[in-house]
């Protein structure tokens, strides 16, 4: 079966602008959770949908913001960017009944210039 | 919030070597993942195991819940092993859906 995909790979954005990244989870997958991956900071939990709720919530500001389709593709915003936005955005997508994560996506580089 | 440490942060293996990185956790739990990330960032899925053994090939691993520990096992290392493996655990509380907490990582070298 096809895997995660993640739309676009590599991004350059310029401060102030905005951006929406899509994540499309494995068929039959009703979760997808979102994480940002910094050197400094590692990986960090943004948020997490399950049918088109979402669960969870990061500690991250409200510029950052996401949802869910009734076919379970998620999209995230990013409002009002920033230098330190600079990051691998990964999405992951599981059933939603173990709590983790199954399978990731490749990510989406995003570069704030 | 709940912590996780792994040791050590770096590690540099010949090939055939064997190998054991080490995940402490501060709190109770209900998810414990190890995940290899590869170069190009991709991140996979090894184990999930909130507790007791598993094995997949050369790769194993153990948590022991009540003493907040899980050790990852890597035993004739090759070079496409190398990369960063990630500890994940989900807290035990009834709002942890789909969050889970990373250490920083154990970035594996393994020389040819």
């Known amino acids: 079966k096809a895997g995660v995909t993640q739309t676009p790979r590599y991004l350059i954005k310029t401060r102030g602008q905005q951006v929406t990244l899509s994540c499309s989870p494995i068929?039959?997958?009703?979760?997808v959770s979102w994480y940002q991956q910094t050197p400094g900071q590692g990986l960090q939990f943004l948020f997490e949908y399950f049918s088109e709720t979402q669960r969870n919530k990061g500690n991250f500001p409200g510029r950052f913001s996401g949802r869910q389709f009734s076919n379970s593709r998620s999209e995230m915003n990013v409002s009002t960017l920033e230098l330190g936005d600079s990051a691998l955005y990964l999405c992951a997508s599981s059933r939603g009944t173990s709590g983790g994560a199954e399978y990731f996506g490749p990510g989406t580089r995003l570069t704030v210039l | 919030g709940i912590q996780v440490e792994q040791s050590p942060p770096d590690l540099i293996l010949q090939e055939g070597a064997n190998s054991t990185l080490r995940c402490n956790f501060s709190d109770s739990v209900n998810n414990l993942q190890w995940f290899h990330q590869n170069p190009w960032g991709q991140l996979i899925n090894l184990f999930y195991?909130?507790?007791g053994t598993k094995q997949n090939g050369r790769l194993s691993a153990t948590t022991v819940a009540t003493e907040r520990y899980s050790l990852l096992y890597i035993s004739s290392s090759q070079t496409t092993d190398s990369g960063v493996y990630f500890c994940a655990v989900g807290s035990a509380g009834g709002t942890s859906y789909g969050k889970l907490t990373f250490g920083q990582g154990t970035i594996l070298t393994v020389h040819p």
């Open positions: 068929s039959g997958h009703r979760s």
């Open positions: 195991i909130p507790s």
